[in-house]
């Protein structure tokens, strides 16, 4: 069964650092989502991507993050200064255009120092 | 008031029992309902789509949405130990690529 995919699933780094966080979606999905879990908290909306663009963002995804789709399989987050509050699981999500079911990757868990 | 609530448990069953997930949202026009299943250190994992008020069934799982009470549920019969995960609750407006406006969570635990 096909699935999203994200590499890496752990990352620390330091505040003030950029990080880039990589997802394959599914191979035949048009939409690409990014979401985070605080720990303890709600799933968040970040941002959707549809036709190279966005098509829709939440508050907290502010400046400092930015989303691309560099070739025919990859979607990244990349944030370009960490903040200590960035510390989280992101998880990575595609769907089709018909059913518009979200599937989502397994995450990566951020943590910054 | 948040605009989707639901009670974090965590809720511990015997295996067999019938379980009952809930949740309740304010925004009036949230019309797709969806129920995630999250095992540890997973991503969420859709189980049940539903579109309205009504009642929708898929093996030993219901999905019931009654908009004019602003609650959905999520029934679990015949439960095992399988079954042991957080549940999320999420929902949207339009459907579609819209984003997914989520509950906090219930962890439920089925002991064998």
């Known amino acids: 069964e096909p699935e999203v995919t994200q590499t890496p699933s752990h990352q620390v780094t330091q505040m003030g650092q950029e990080v880039i966080l990589r997802c394959v979606p599914i191979?035949?999905?048009?939409?690409f989502y990014w979401y985070r879990q605080i720990l303890g908290q709600k799933v968040e909306f970040l941002v959707s991507?549809?036709?190279?663009?966005?098509?829709?963002k939440s508050e907290i995804f502010d400046d400092q993050f930015s989303v691309e789709r560099p070739d025919g399989s990859n979607f990244t987050l990349k944030i370009r200064s960490t903040k200590l509050e960035d510390s989280a699981m992101y998880f990575c999500?595609?769907?089709?255009?018909?059913?518009?079911?979200?599937?989502f990757g397994p995450g990566t868990r951020l943590l910054v120092l | 008031q948040k605009e989707v609530e639901q009670d974090p448990g965590p809720l511990s069953v015997p295996e067999g029992a019938i379980v009952s997930l809930n949740c309740t949202y304010s925004?009036?026009?949230?019309?797709?309902f969806m129920w995630y299943r999250q095992y540890s250190r997973k991503g969420p994992e859709l189980l049940m789509y539903?579109?309205?008020?009504g009642n929708k069934e898929d093996g030993r799982f219901t999905a019931q949405v009654d908009k004019s009470s602003k609650y959905i549920s999520l029934f679990i019969r015949d439960s095992q130990p399988s079954d042991s995960a957080t549940y999320l609750c999420?929902?949207?407006?339009?459907?579609?690529?819209?984003?997914?406006?989520f509950g906090k969570g219930t962890k439920l635990t089925v002991n064998p």
């Open positions: 999500a595609s769907s089709d255009v018909a059913s518009g079911d979200k599937y």
């Open positions: 191979s035949n999905h048009l939409y």
């Open positions: 991507f549809y036709n190279n663009e966005i098509s829709e």
């Open positions: 925004n009036s026009a949230f019309q797709y």
């Open positions: 539903t579109y309205s008020s």
């Open positions: 999420a929902m949207s407006a339009r459907g579609g690529s819209e984003k997914l406006v």
